[in-house]
Nanobody, 131 residues
Framework: QVQLVESGGGSVQAGGSLRLSCGAS????????MGWWRQAPGKEREGVAT???????TYVDSLKGRFTISQDNAKTTLYLQMNSLKPEDTAMYYC?????????????????????????WGQGTQVTVSS
């Protein structure tokens, strides 16, 4: 069983910042990979960033420089620091987790990046950025 609970969403003005949190519980092997996805109104779900248990991170190119994914030392809480927020960032943000698998053409055991999708999902937290 994996349980993911997001928090930290809310309404901010453009240019502001928010930090989202995701509390994770479950077997370690099922939360080896964690990440954030988002879905804006009328848009398909898109990846934001992922992080592996060793700290390796991968970001969607369009969000590099503004968003930072991180985790606590115990690997039980996932964070997404969002800076310089834009109205286009308005979306439901989801925390997700998955087991590690072969990636990079089978060259290593690790985590797929945000272009993929993960197995376990939280309920989401709403982020609204006003202009």
């Amino acid at each position: 069983q994996v349980q993911l609970v997001e928090s930290g969403g809310g309404s901010v003005q453009a240019g502001g910042s928010l930090r989202l949190s995701c509390g994770a519980s479950g077997y370690t092997y099922r939360t080896y990979c964690m990440g954030w996805w988002r879905q804006a109104p009328g848009k398909e779900r898109e990846g934001v960033a992922t992080i592996e248990r060793d700290g390796r991170t991968t970001y969607v190119d369009s969000l590099k420089g503004r968003f930072t994914i991180s985790q606590d030392n115990a690997k039980t809480t996932l964070y997404l620091q969002m800076n310089s927020l834009k109205p286009e960032d308005t979306a439901m943000y989801y925390c997700a987790a998955d087991e590690r698998r072969l990636v990079d053409g089978g060259s290593r055991w690790g985590c797929p990046g945000p272009e993929a999708t993960y197995k376990y999902w939280g309920q989401g937290t709403q982020v609204t950025v006003s202009s």
